[in-house]
């Protein structure tokens, strides 16, 4: 573990927290900066001054404090928020969803799972997909796993390539950089028109990874979880973490940085996560829409005429 995550301002505690900004930074992946997650990132790292309990505490805190932004958001109806999980299997990503936004409206949220695409999907581009799934304007979207996986699992298992009909002249040595660029444009587009993006890797370490798919087979309410297919793609964890490292190194921009969370503690996670949306959202300066004096002299006239009804 590097210096990076030992700098947290001890004097912090999250929700009300004074210098979030403090707690948050040593997750970021710096913009133009390559990283090397087994010597930049610890996936069992979990603050020194925040105990699992307190982290509970403060969680709650931050989904209460999410579901007032988010109601913001929504009456304003100005910006969008759009939220990409990425992580290796058994990470963390459904329960991270599950408990950091369990106090959000479904009204103004929805989550895609992004799994192997259909023929229908494989017949247009790989951006299309996810663009069909973008948050409208007031509403938060969460994808569990995104285009993202254009880069990842396409990369390790590049066979995937031919089913996707591209032109074979297109299937080069450049195609990844290609991609990193489109991706990038693509980003800094939904950032221009108001949605923000915030991308988290849940970083998991082989180890945990191994002691929660066996726990998956153990437990019978968790053998849905679980299939052998899981098993085999375990065996590609180092080219995995490769083409990680070269996503970060290329698509960590200005407009939409990476945060690289650990993911050993998974209590940990969720605050963390919680502490970064809530950070953004905080950012935006959201406000509840003034009404014109017009309007105002309506309700005016609205509230007279329900006093005088029985």
């Not at 040595?173 to 990193?180: D, G, L, N």
Request: charged fraction near 25%; include cysteine; glycine fraction near 2%.
């Amino acid at each position: 573990m590097t210096d990076k995550h030992s700098q947290t301002d001890s004097s912090s505690k999250l929700f009300p927290i004074q210098k979030l900004d403090n707690f948050i930074r040593p997750f970021i992946v710096s913009p133009g900066q390559k990283i090397s997650l087994a010597k930049d990132y610890n996936p069992a790292y979990k603050d020194h001054y925040l105990d699992k309990s307190e982290a509970k505490s403060e969680l709650q805190k931050g989904i209460k404090a999410l579901a007032k932004y988010q109601d913001i958001l929504y009456a304003q109806n100005t910006y969008a928020l759009l939220i990409i999980f990425q992580a290796m299997d058994a990470a963390g990503k459904d329960s991270t969803i599950k408990h950091v936004m369990s106090g959000i409206n479904p009204q103004g949220c929805q989550v895609y799972s992004f799994k192997a695409p259909s023929t229908e999907e494989l017949d247009h581009t790989y951006l299309w997909r996810c663009f069909k799934a973008l948050p409208a304007q007031g509403q938060i979207g969460i994808f569990n796993r995104s285009y993202y996986e254009e880069v990842l699992v396409t990369r390790v298992h590049p066979e995937l390539l031919e089913q996707q009909h591209i032109p074979p002249n297109l299937i080069d040595k450049h195609i990844w950089k290609r991609r990193f660029e489109e991706i990038n444009n693509f980003e800094k587009y939904l950032v221009n028109n108001g949605i923000v993006i915030l991308k988290f890797f849940l970083n998991v370490s082989k180890e945990e990874q191994k002691k929660r798919f066996l726990e998956r087979i153990d437990l019978p309410d968790k053998n849905w979880k679980f299939s052998v297919d899981d098993a085999r793609e375990r065996t590609f964890w180092n080219e995995y973490m490769a083409v990680y490292e070269d996503m970060f190194n290329h698509t960590s921009t200005e407009w939409a940085p990476w945060y690289v969370i650990p993911a050993d503690h998974k209590w940990f996670t969720r605050v963390v996560v919680a502490g970064i949306i809530y950070t953004q959202l905080k950012e935006l300066n959201l406000k509840y829409p003034k009404v014109s004096e017009e309007k105002h002299q309506e309700l005016l006239q609205a509230k007279a005429m329900l006093e005088s009804q029985k």
